[in-house]
């Protein structure tokens, strides 16, 4: 078990329910960091989890695995407070999952949003949100010069449903999200 100097607080990014309301998730509070610890000889690596942190944190790579397999304890919380390092808030936060409620004004949530007014929602088989994060994590510019990346986007998905899609149509909505962001972003500063 880790004590920790201080109390840390993590504030999980923000969700959308099945009715589409927005839902902040309690924030986690950590006082102790008490992991768990997954050696994975397969893949050469060793993990922890955190209670209350989603994602497993890798601690030692498949080099430094193959180099030593014998670790202990000690060595994994020492390696994981480095990791850490001097804003474990922070980096405990990038180990949650990214959300397009996290941007509301960038170009990827403002496309999903368009896309599902005119009745067409994401599902949890369709790469529709993660394609939709990708665009709010590069920004407008990535998506005006990737335009064509971001039509075959939609048109890929349009197909999987079975759906008509029109390129020209597609571009116009990709422009439009991106200049709406755009406007939006500028006001938020």
Same mark, same amino acid.
């Given at each position: ?5 201080? $109390?840390?607080?993590?504030n ?7 009715? =589409?309301? !927005?839902? @902040? ?7 102790? !960091? ?5 050696? @994975?000889? !397969? ?14 944190? @890798? ?8 180099? &030593?397999?014998?670790?202990? #304890? ?18 405990? #936060? ?8 996290? %941007?509301?004004?960038?170009?990827g ?9 005119? =009745?067409i929602?994401?599902?949890?088989? %369709?790469?529709? /949100? ?5 665009? &709010? ?9 990737? !335009?064509?990346?971001?039509? =075959?986007?939609? /048109?890929?998905?349009a197909?999987? /449903? ?8 597609? $571009?116009?909505?990709?422009t /439009? ?5 755009? #406007? ?6």
């Amino acid at each position: 078990m880790i004590e920790l100097k201080k $109390k840390i607080t993590i504030n999980p990014p923000p969700l959308s329910n099945n009715a =589409g309301e !927005i839902i @902040n998730p309690p924030p986690v509070l950590l006082t102790s !960091i008490n992991p768990m610890i997954f050696d @994975n000889p !397969i893949n050469s690596t060793v993990s922890v989890s955190i209670p209350g942190i989603p994602r497993l944190i @890798n601690i030692i790579t498949k080099e430094e695995y193959k180099a &030593n397999s014998d670790w202990t #304890r000690q060595e994994i919380e020492t390696k994981l407070l480095a990791i850490l390092g001097d804003d474990p808030s922070s980096k405990l #936060r990038s180990f949650f999952p990214k959300t397009l409620e996290e %941007c509301p004004n960038c170009p990827g949530t403002i496309l999903s949003k368009m896309i599902k007014k005119m =009745g067409i929602v994401i599902t949890s088989n %369709c790469s529709c /949100r993660k394609h939709a994060i990708t665009m &709010n994590e590069n920004g407008n510019d990535w998506c005006e010069n990737n !335009i064509e990346t971001i039509v =075959g986007w939609l /048109r890929e998905e349009a197909n999987k /449903r079975k759906l008509p899609f029109i390129d020209y149509v597609g $571009k116009f909505m990709i422009t /439009r999200a991106i200049q709406k962001s755009r #406007r939006l972003l500028s006001k938020q500063q």
